[in-house]
């Protein structure tokens, strides 16, 4: 105790961190903080020829004595008082690890001190470890310490796979590293190297076999990089792990290879367009790993910001996450795919939104809306699940920016009003491929796996025959990019301002993830997901088949998934009218029941002038049963918006006593207790209605005083005043319906 207070000495050291593919190969590495290559390596990571070398030739007795060898040091004293000078040391691995570790002036004085040290590092550790310490500092040369980066760097192999010449090069080094630096000739290295074979092969190192084998090995001695295959993925995990010295990744070094290249040849082209930024990744779906990793178009690319990380960069989504409101609305039972949706203008409070091509369909079946990417659908639909419902599945998905950001998250956030990754969405597709599980992929090999359902099984495959389908809007308009694509499952997104564009595809094996655009976030119109990151998303998926050798999977049908009967018209259980069926996915006790009602019966009169209620129906005859649509109001609203020509059944019989007491106008624009807000004082809201089919005109009043009369099927528009407004709408035959709204 009194030696190690008097003269203490400190092992820690600091290396570099490095990178590991799935095979274990180096695909990225740092310097350590004081700028050397010294990366930490075990001793069974390093050929046994070359610890055996590196201890005959240091150090016979290294695993005898107890850090100091008194024989060497006799030997060393008797020969330089002999000589005059300094002719040969005495110092033991244990002495050099103490020299390495503090370099001080060979003196004497701390000759001794490095002995009392040495005999410390004895007391203190096992020799395995004091000869993994020396492997792990012997100096190289330059700024090259330790075997593993001098193996790396000299002859770009791993410790373990050197071959006795090799080895033998590499073991001579450390005492002649001027002399037998790397610019020197293959000759002298090649000379000195077979006079160490012939002293190694004496010692009884090797047989004779291998010696004539390594005499013979040609010098291959040239000092390279070290490879730097996914420089975005190495720079976040030296950010994110700085004292981790080795990181065990999942990439497949082939696949990250092609994908990069597709990435800097296909961003090239769209260059001309002003789109100067790519990003791609790819998850085995099986091993749930991540086997490349490309966060720009060139990390080199300095003019464009290449070294931004666009894997696990936050931006708006776009369309990508509508799948899973779709899924979510399988799974309670709101929607089928043959089910009808609507596609009308609608209010849903303060949000009013609208397509991409500002245009409306009416009425439309579920499968159309989600691979048309249709606004409204998704809007309603996410009101019908919960925007709550929603944002807890994501969080559950790992999306960490919209768990932060959940309580100011509303129904904009199925159309891009969120923040997101490249990542984490690639991870939500890759459960979709795995029937709605969730697993925890992860850019290192996880030391623990766990699984989260997202959707059900039943719901996936429902959401992966939908996206599968190529009749759609988002295929690229170039037919070359479709070519020997493998059948996937795939959702394309735009961000508002054409900032950003996505690609998100996937089959049982495989998910990619591709986004275009500009990391200075500049929006560019030729910028959407169809056009430009589609073609991307395919090229990047016929690299994971190289020889074309695809196999059509056949993905199995759940046990609880089957098809039935359903109305063509809406997509609802069959009603005795419905003359036009087809088959629909259903979950037994999952999907809705309801039977179908798009047409009803009506009594009218026989020249078809007006209709009758039960009650002034002719009690000996005079009127006749027809059939006419019965669609919702909302669609019915649309129809006499857009002047779409309808059936419409013909108004009550005037001279009914009782229509009094039929249906009052329902006030569908603005909606009741809701807060509007107004950015200028003369801006005005929309007031509508919908009416029983007796009514012609409609009133209108704010807060009791009339503002005007309208035909039912017009709109009518009014300047609010701030603060409660109560809106009356009364219909020709009396009957009235009173709202009220905030203005702020």
Not at 304 to 327: E, F, H
Not at 635 to 653: G, R, S, V, W
Request: with cysteine; aromatic share 10%; hydrophobic share 35%.
């Amino acid at each position: 105790m009194i030696v190690k207070f008097l003269f203490p000495y400190n092992v820690k050291t600091t290396y570099g961190q490095v990178v590991l593919s799935s095979d274990n190969n180096i695909i990225g590495a740092t310097l350590n903080t004081t700028d050397k290559w010294r990366l930490h390596i075990e001793n069974d990571s390093v050929s046994n020829f070359f610890k055996r070398a590196i201890i005959e030739k240091e150090d016979q007795w290294f695993y005898y004595h107890f850090g100091v060898d008194p024989l060497a040091i006799g030997r060393a004293f008797m020969n330089n008082l002999l000589t005059g000078k300094r002719t040969s040391g005495a110092s033991t691995i244990s002495m050099q690890v103490i020299r390495l570790l503090e370099p001080k002036e060979r003196t004497y004085w701390n000759k001794i001190v490095e002995v009392l040290k040495a005999i410390q590092l004895e007391i203190t550790y096992s020799k395995d470890e004091i000869l993994n310490l020396y492997l792990n500092l012997i100096p190289f040369g330059g700024n090259i310490e330790g075997i593993y980066s001098a193996s790396l760097l000299y002859l770009q192999k791993k410790p373990l796979l050197l071959s006795p010449a090799e080895a033998c090069l590499l073991s001579i080094i450390p005492n002649r590293p001027t002399s037998l630096a790397i610019n020197s000739s293959k000759k002298q290295l090649k000379k000195e190297r077979n006079i160490w074979l012939e002293r190694y092969y004496e010692m009884g190192l090797f047989d004779k076999s291998t010696l004539n084998t390594a005499l013979t090995e040609p010098i291959y001695f040239q000092r390279k990089k070290i490879n730097n295959l996914t420089p975005h993925l190495n720079q976040r995990l030296y950010n994110e792990h700085p004292l981790q010295l080795s990181f065990s990744t999942g990439i497949n070094e082939k696949v990250q290879i092609r994908a990069q290249k597709i990435v800097k040849n296909y961003s090239k082209v769209i260059q001309s367009y002003g789109i100067q930024n790519a990003a791609a990744i790819i998850i085995d779906n099986q091993n749930h790993k991540i086997i490349a990793y490309i966060g720009s178009q060139d990390f080199e690319d300095d003019q464009n910001a290449g070294q931004v990380d666009g894997v696990k960069a936050v931006r708006s989504p776009g369309s990508t996450l509508k799948p899973l409101v779709y899924g979510m609305g399988f799974d309670k039972g709101l929607i089928t795919p043959q089910q009808m949706i609507l596609d009308v203008p609608t209010d849903f409070g303060t949000y009013s939104p609208m397509n991409y091509d500002q245009k409306f369909r009416g009425n439309i079946t579920v499968q159309e809306a989600l691979t048309q990417s249709l606004n409204i659908p998704a809007v309603a639909l996410l009101e019908g699940v919960g925007i709550h419902n929603f944002v807890q599945k994501l969080t559950l998905a790992e999306f960490s920016t919209i768990q932060r950001q959940q309580k100011r998250l509303g129904l904009s956030t199925v159309l891009g009003g969120c923040g997101v990754t490249l990542e984490e969405l690639s991870k939500l597709y890759s459960s979709f491929a795995n029937k709605g599980v969730y697993h925890n992929i992860s850019v290192l090999k996880p030391t623990e796996e766990h699984e989260t359902e997202i959707i059900s099984k039943e719901s996936a495959y429902m959401l992966r025959e939908i996206l599968s389908t190529l009749k759609r809007p988002d295929l690229p308009n170039n037919p070359q990019n479709s070519i020997n694509v493998p059948k996937i499952a795939w959702k394309t997104g735009t961000s508002y301002g054409r900032k950003d564009a996505w690609s998100i595809g996937y089959n049982s094996k495989y998910t990619v993830g591709v986004w275009c655009g500009n990391f200075s976030n500049e929006g560019v119109q030729e910028l959407t997901g169809a056009e430009i990151a589609t073609p991307l998303l395919f090229r990047v998926f016929r690299s994971l088949y190289p020889s074309n050798n695809v196999v059509e999977e056949e993905v199995e049908v759940p046990d609880n998934l089957f098809k039935r009967n359903v109305c063509a018209v809406t997509g609802l259980v069959p009603n005795h009218f419905c003359d036009h069926q087809i088959n629909d996915w259903y979950i037994p006790l999952v999907s809705s029941t309801k039977r179908c009602t798009h047409k009803k019966v009506v009594f009218i009169h026989p020249n078809e002038k007006f209709s009758y209620c039960s009650e002034c129906l002719p009690k000996h005859g005079g009127y006749i049963k027809k059939s006419y649509p019965n669609p919702p109001k909302d669609l019915t609203q649309y129809y006499i918006d857009e002047k779409i020509p309808f059936p419409f059944a013909p108004p009550h019989n005037p001279n009914c006593q009782s229509m009094i007491s039929g249906n009052p106008p329902e006030i569908v624009s603005p909606l009741d207790g809701r807060t509007y807000y107004v950015s200028q004082t003369n801006a005005e809201l929309e007031l509508k209605a919908i009416t029983s089919n007796d009514v012609d005109y409609v009133f209108w009043y704010v807060n009791d005083h009339f503002k005007g009369k309208i035909h039912k099927r017009e709109t009518f528009f009014y300047k609010p005043s701030l603060g409660k407004n109560k809106i009356s709408c009364s219909d020709d035959k009396g009957r009235n319906t009173d709202i009220s709204i905030f203005v702020k």
